[in-house]
């Protein structure tokens, strides 16, 4: 579903319900978005390249792990994904998975194109069949063909919330949409073994009492459909992804998993396959904190503008920054901390932004923050520049 309205920000100056693709604002997390554009690699297929290789990569194991799912499992520009959090906390157990699937790349939430490769940390194994904006009931009709060509083991599956947001599906066709997926997954390997993911909270879910209510619909079909559908042949468990993920702390744009969020999401599967499977151990507690925000520091440089009171930053983009806050520090006045100007700074301005309403012939120390979302994380470097 698009959006064409005027995008609305919150006290911080960020949006806080929407953000911006392709100059179009789309609503937040529930991930419609357009094609790959012109500066996405592509293959003969048709898909964006898989992302190349890095030294000390692992490849190959068993068994072999496939997730179904949309933009949360997919992840975008500069994420670590609960991908890899859950391949790092099985092998650290002695487990060594081949996760498969036709996606090996991140959407780019900056440009809204696919087949970006900036993840934060490349080496793991990164296959999956993930994609910003798919919905259950497109992926029922294809999730045979996948499951032939991919051979997973293990199916690991968190979808469904597009389909309620967007596309309004009833209760009852949620429910036939699941089963009709799992059937036609266990038709093309019988013995795989499932994991069902709960829909998360989200923004949407704290705004609207109506949506908050669909999705805890779903979320008990899922436990029904786990519970009456499962097999000794092909088991089904549930995930408890759920548990203490929270909107403001675990997320950087009200639905999308920040780093915190994405360990949150990957110890539900993996208690789920420890407990059920035996396949690695709980997830360890307490969960770490960890740093949110991009993690790539700007490289800023700072010039003197033609106009009096003003300069001009041009400076590096981070992977997956959607804004720059701008830091100042005015030494000339023996200024010891920074302040915050109002405005951030967009990724399009990295060639060259004015910055105005400084002390002429003052020197400043100015430096800018990468934000992504409402997530703030690495700095810059301090530029010194001479105010005209």
Not at 41 to 65: F, W
Not at 347 to 361: D, E, I, K, W
Request: a neutral charge.
């Amino acid at each position: 579903m698009w959006r064409s309205e005027r995008v609305c920000r919150g006290p911080s100056g960020r949006n806080p319900g929407y953000f911006v693709v392709l100059g179009i604002v789309v609503a937040l997390g529930l991930s419609q978005v357009p094609s790959a554009g012109a500066g996405t690699a592509r293959n003969g297929a048709g898909q964006p390249a898989p992302c190349p290789a890095v030294p000390g990569q692992p490849a190959g194991g068993s068994p072999r792990l496939m997730i179904a799912g949309d933009s949360i499992s997919q992840g975008s520009s500069g994420d670590y994904t609960w991908q890899y959090r859950l391949y790092e906390h099985l092998r650290a157990d002695s487990v060594r998975p081949q996760m498969v699937g036709p996606v090996e790349w991140l959407f780019n939430n900056v440009t809204g194109t696919q087949g970006d490769c900036s993840y934060a940390n490349p080496r793991f194994e990164r296959a999956n069949d993930a994609v910003w904006g798919r919905t259950l009931f497109q992926e029922k009709a294809v999730i045979g063909a996948k499951v032939a060509a991919y051979h997973p083991d293990y199916l690991l599956v968190l979808l469904g919330l597009n389909d309620l947001f967007f596309f309004g599906i009833s209760q009852p066709n949620m429910a036939a949409n699941l089963g009709g997926f799992i059937a036609r997954a266990r038709a093309a390997r019988p013995h795989v073994k499932i994991v069902l993911g709960f829909l998360l909270p989200d923004i949407h879910t704290q705004a609207s009492a109506t949506f908050a209510a669909s999705v805890a619909a779903y979320n008990t079909t899922i436990s029904a459909t786990a519970s009456r559908l499962t097999t000794a042949s092909s088991p089904i468990v549930v995930a408890h992804d759920r548990i203490g993920f929270t909107v403001a702390a675990d997320t950087w744009d009200g639905t999308h998993p920040n780093a915190n969020g994405e360990v949150r999401i990957a110890a539900g599967f993996a208690d789920a396959l420890a407990g059920r499977f035996h396949l690695g151990r709980l997830y360890p507690a307490p969960f770490p904190a960890l740093p949110i925000g991009p993690l790539t520091r700007p490289q800023l440089t700072a010039a003197p503008s033609t106009t009096a009171g003003s300069v001009v930053l041009s400076w590096t983009l981070a992977p997956g920054a959607s804004s720059y806050d701008v830091y100042v520090e005015d030494l000339t006045q023996q200024q010891t901390t920074f302040t915050k100007l109002s405005a951030p700074l967009t990724p399009s301005q990295n060639s060259g932004a004015t910055v105005s309403t400084l002390n002429s012939h003052d020197t400043y120390d100015v430096k800018l923050q990468a934000c992504k979302g409402n997530d703030c994380g690495a700095f810059s470097n301090a530029a010194s520049v001479t105010v005209p």
